[in-house]
């Protein structure tokens, strides 16, 4: 299975933009990149994902490089409510398994107010 | 509300009694599955659903039973529960839809077995 590394732990300041990095170097070309995030004491929680091109929703952005070996989760604007753990996921498509997610050990994001 | 809901929430138990955490979700989803989160681990899958009838393994699926016998339950079963079951589980569910593939899950079971 293709697999992720983040970073253990990352620190922000409220209301600046966070960059959450991710590496999938052994990503093929059909895998879909996810982004998860777990509050504390609850169940993982969607936040965006994407194949080549770089995708906006109302929670973040992802950026996508070019060769797809990495990629970047932007909060814009990191509030309190942001501190988590943040998760990068390879998601193969072609599957038996289509839905099934490959998890990372996560990014723990603290934000300080 | 669209959800996905887990009972119980918290379970101690000994050694060989049987449990059954439920799950159940209201988005009419095909498919479900069942993760474990162990520190150092990560979540990992153990069995999963395609559709109703329909189940197969995941990654972790020794010691752990499951059965979808309609589409909005997917309850997991622990026949013999053993100390090593001890962790914290999730169900989830997504559609079948290629377009949407977004996974919602429970808020979790956590499971003592002592």
């Known amino acids: 299975d293709a697999k992720t590394t983040q970073p253990n732990s990352m620190e922000s300041n409220e209301e600046e933009p966070v960059h959450l990095p991710c590496n999938h170097s052994t990503i093929s070309g059909t895998d879909y990149i996810h982004w998860y995030r777990q509050l504390p004491s609850q169940g993982p929680e969607y936040v965006i994902h994407g194949l080549t091109s770089n995708v906006n929703n109302r929670m973040a952005s992802l950026a996508i490089a070019e060769d797809r070996k990495s990629s970047t989760l932007i909060l814009h604007r990191a509030t309190l409510r942001d501190a988590a753990v943040y998760y990068c996921?390879?998601?193969?498509?072609?599957?038996?398994?289509?839905?099934?997610?490959?998890w990372g050990l996560g990014t723990s994001l603290a934000v300080n107010p | 509300e669209a959800q996905v809901t887990q009972n119980p929430r918290y379970l101690i138990t000994v050694t060989g009694k049987k449990l059954t955490v439920t799950c159940s979700q209201n988005m009419n989803h095909e498919y479900m599955s069942w993760y474990r989160q162990d520190p150092g681990l990560g979540l990992r899958q153990i069995y999963y659903s395609m559709n109703v009838e329909v189940t197969d393994k995941g990654d972790v699926p020794e010691g752990y039973k499951v059965s979808r016998k309609e589409k909005r339950n997917f309850p997991l079963i622990l026949e013999s529960p053993s100390p090593n079951q001890t962790s914290l589980y999730f169900c989830a569910s997504s559609p079948r839809d290629r377009r949407n593939t977004e996974a919602f899950f429970g808020q979790g079971t956590r499971l003592t077995v002592v």
């Open positions: 996921i390879l998601r193969v498509p072609n599957a038996g398994n289509n839905r099934k997610l490959i």
